[in-house]
């Protein structure tokens, strides 16, 4: 009977190093969207900028 309890206390605890696995897959696959949208920012910045740029002169120019 002893050994039963073990084994479900064993099992228990595995399951509950799972959970931390998974926290760090998260905290993992959160870190590199992170990255890639800094990454897109850094990439595609200016771009964005001139087109908003090229949008506000052409309002403040009446649209001609």
């Not at 399951?15 to 595609?44: H, N, P, T």
């Amino acid at each position: 009977m002893l050994t039963y309890g073990r084994i479900l206390l064993d099992a228990r605890l595995a399951k509950l190093d799972e959970r931390g696995a998974s926290a760090v897959e998260y905290g993992l696959l959160i870190a590199g969207i992170a990255a890639f949208i800094v990454a897109v920012v850094f990439l595609l910045g200016g771009t964005v900028q001139d087109a908003f740029q090229g949008t506000n002169d052409s309002i403040e120019d009446g649209g001609n």
